[in-house]
T-cell receptor
Framework: AQSVTQLGSHVSVSEGALVLLRCNYS??????LFWYVQYPNQGLQLLLK??????LVKGINGFEAEFKKSETSFHLTKPSAHMRDAAEYFC???????????????FGQGTILTVHP | DAGVIQSPRHEVTEMGQEVTLRCKPI?????LFWYRQTMMRGLELLIY????????DSGMPEDRFSAKMPNASFSTLKIQPSEPRDSAVYFC????????????FGEGSWLTVV
C-alpha cells in the first residue's frame, strides 16, 4: 500500500522568497507522484507529475519537483513566491498498473501555503 | 472541454434524508473517482470505476453509501440516510485510460447535514 507524508501542515513565506513544500512517500513499487493545488472553495488542479521519466519535473506557475528515490522524496519548489500562490498543496502517490497505467491516487494531508507581502 | 461537472455544488439537508450527488466525467474518460474531503481525514478515495465497472470500493464508509455508474457519462453517489458526520466536500474526478494521463477533478459538492 502506498502512503504520503507532507511535512508541515502550514508554510509561510514572504513574497519573492523560495517556496519549499516537503513530501515523502512510501511505495512497494516504483510510483507515480503528483502535486495538486487547491484554491479556496475550488477543486484540485494538477501542478505537475512524475511518471518515471525525468526526475526533475517542471509544472505550471513556475513550480518544479525532484524525484529522489534514495530519499523517497518528491519536494515541491518555486524560486520566488507570488501572492497568488497562496493555496493548499497536496502531494499524491499512485499505484501503477501494468507498468504504465495507474488507478487511484493516495493523497497527503496537505500543506497550506501563506505568502506575506 | 467542459471539465468534470458535479451537481449540486452546495446542499444542506436534514439528518436522515437521502442525498444524491451527481457527476458527469470528461467525455472519453474511462476512469471515474469519488473522493471525500474533510478537515479531520483529508482527501479519501471512496470508490472508483473503470469503464463503468466499480474497481475498488474499499473506501466507502458503510452501507449508507452507494455509487453507481450506469453509463460512461454519468455517475451518482448516494447517502441514505444521511448523518451530520457525512458533512464534507465530495469530489468527482476522471481520466483517460491512456497510461500516464492526468486525473481531472470537478469543483466539488459541498454537503452539510444538520
Amino acid at each position: 500500500a502506498q502512503s504520503v507524508t507532507q511535512l508541515g501542515s502550514h508554510v509561510s513565506v514572504s513574497e519573492g522568497a523560495l517556496v519549499l513544500l516537503r513530501c515523502n512517500y512510501s511505495s512497494s513499487v516504483p510510483p507515480y507522484l503528483f502535486w495538486y493545488v487547491q484554491y479556496p472553495n475550488q477543486g484540485l488542479q494538477l501542478l505537475l507529475k512524475y511518471t518515471s521519466a525525468a526526475t526533475l519535473v517542471k509544472g505550471i506557475n513556475g513550480f518544479e519537483a525532484e524525484f529522489k528515490k534514495s530519499e523517497t522524496s518528491f519536494h515541491l519548489t518555486k524560486p520566488s513566491a507570488h501572492m497568488r500562490d497562496a493555496a493548499e498543496y497536496f502531494c499524491a502517490v499512485s499505484d501503477v498498473i501494468g507498468g504504465t497505467s495507474y488507478g487511484k491516487l493516495t493523497f497527503g494531508q496537505g500543506t497550506i501555503l501563506t505568502v506575506h507581502p | 472541454d467542459a471539465g468534470v461537472i458535479q451537481s449540486p455544488r452546495h446542499e444542506v439537508t436534514e439528518m436522515g434524508q437521502e442525498v444524491t450527488l451527481r457527476c458527469k466525467p470528461i467525455s472519453g474518460h474511462d476512469y471515474l473517482f469519488w473522493y471525500r474531503q474533510t478537515m479531520m481525514r483529508g482527501l479519501e478515495l471512496l470508490i472508483y470505476f473503470n469503464n463503468n465497472v466499480p474497481i475498488d470500493d474499499s473506501g466507502m464508509p458503510e452501507d449508507r453509501f452507494s455509487a453507481k455508474m450506469p453509463n460512461a457519462s454519468f455517475s451518482t453517489l448516494k447517502i441514505q440516510p444521511s448523518e451530520p458526520r457525512d458533512s464534507a466536500v465530495y469530489f468527482c474526478a476522471s481520466r483517460q485510460d491512456r497510461g500516464r494521463n492526468t486525473i481531472y477533478f470537478g469543483e466539488g459538492s459541498w454537503l452539510t447535514v444538520v
